[in-house]
Nanobody, 122 residues
Framework: QVQLVESGGGLVQTGDSLRLSCAASGRTFSSYTMGWFRQAPWKEHEFVAFISWISITYYADSVKGRFAICRDNAKNTVYLQMNSLKPEDTALYYC????????????????WGQGTQVTVSS
């Protein structure tokens, strides 16, 4: 069992940057693949990025080159650095954890945080 708490969301303007954090409980954080997903109003969950237990990263095409995911196993925390933000990045951002070695599918993640809101104004 792992509990996840996101933070770092907020209201920013187009072109600004934000860094989201996700703090995890438990002693086995380093063994989890950690993912970020987002959900915009009236839309389904959308995969954003994941970082595996050996720090392999993978991004959705919509954020590639603008977002970066990293992890600090000593702090049980995963980060999502978001640069060049666009209004279409507005969403509730969730982090999630899985024992799968690589995972871009929402269904592979059993553990989820409550989300942090990111709003990008034009």
């Amino acid at each position: 069992q792992v509990q996840l708490v996101e933070s770092g969301g907020g209201l920013v303007q187009t072109g600004d940057s934000l860094r989201l954090s996700c703090a995890a409980s438990g002693r086995t954080f380093s063994s989890y693949t950690m993912g970020w997903f987002r959900q915009a109003p009236w839309k389904e969950h959308e995969f954003v990025a994941f970082i595996s237990w050996i720090s392999i990263t993978y991004y959705a095409d919509s954020v590639k080159g603008r977002f970066a995911i990293c992890r600090d196993n000593a702090k049980n925390t995963v980060y999502l650095q978001m640069n060049s933000l666009k209004p279409e990045d507005t969403a509730l951002y969730y982090c999630a954890a899985t024992n799968s070695k690589v995972a871009a599918l929402e269904s592979l993640y059993p553990y989820w945080g409550q989300g942090t809101q990111v709003t990008v104004s034009s």
